[in-house]
């Protein structure tokens, strides 16, 4: 039986910059070798969609699981769901459970409850080539997609959120 290894990549201008330390890696890595599966690379790219791309591309051909975290937020400078869908050639598309959830969250959950504006909406589109990940936790959720025989694991860069 072949062995499986995991890549890591972490997506945010904040953890090259210092602002924020990514604990995110180290707790996927302690949680992969629990169950025997090791880390080839881990890599932290900047919010820059070349680097993301070539990131992508580079740990597919080490690893047989990509985990990546980060950029799934409402801001401009989150890219990394727009990239997803181009990157296997999907259309971006609304999850109304995803929709249902957030919509919850604004009205319900959250310190002082508001209307869900377009911009938090948007957390509830998805690429149609992936399945949905649902995040109890928060807005942005989760996306797994397959290529070329390997697994992509999208997650929110908020640690209690990718757990």
Not at 78 to 83: E, F, R, S, Y
Not at 86 to 104: A, C, I, R
Request: hydrophobic content about 40%; glycine content about 8%; proline content about 6%.
């Amino acid at each position: 039986m072949n062995k499986i290894f995991a890549s890591i990549i972490t997506i945010g201008d904040e953890l090259l910059i210092g602002q924020v330390i990514d604990t995110n890696s180290a707790w996927i890595a302690q949680e992969l070798n629990k169950i025997g599966v090791p880390v080839k690379h881990r890599i932290a790219v900047g919010d820059v969609w070349d680097d993301i791309w070539n990131a992508l591309d580079e740990e597919s051909k080490h690893a047989d699981i990509i985990f990546i975290t980060g950029g799934l937020g409402p801001t401009a400078d989150d890219i990394t769901k727009p990239l997803l869908c181009k990157y296997f050639g999907g259309q971006m598309v609304l999850d109304q459970p995803t929709l249902e959830h957030v919509t919850y969250l604004f009205e319900h959950v959250f310190k002082r409850p508001m209307p869900l504006s377009d911009r938090n909406a948007k957390q509830a589109e998805v690429p149609d080539v992936c399945t949905v990940l649902k995040n109890e936790q928060g807005t942005a959720p989760g996306m797994l997609f397959e290529k070329n025989g390997k697994l992509f694991i999208s997650l929110p860069g908020v640690p209690h959120e990718m757990k």
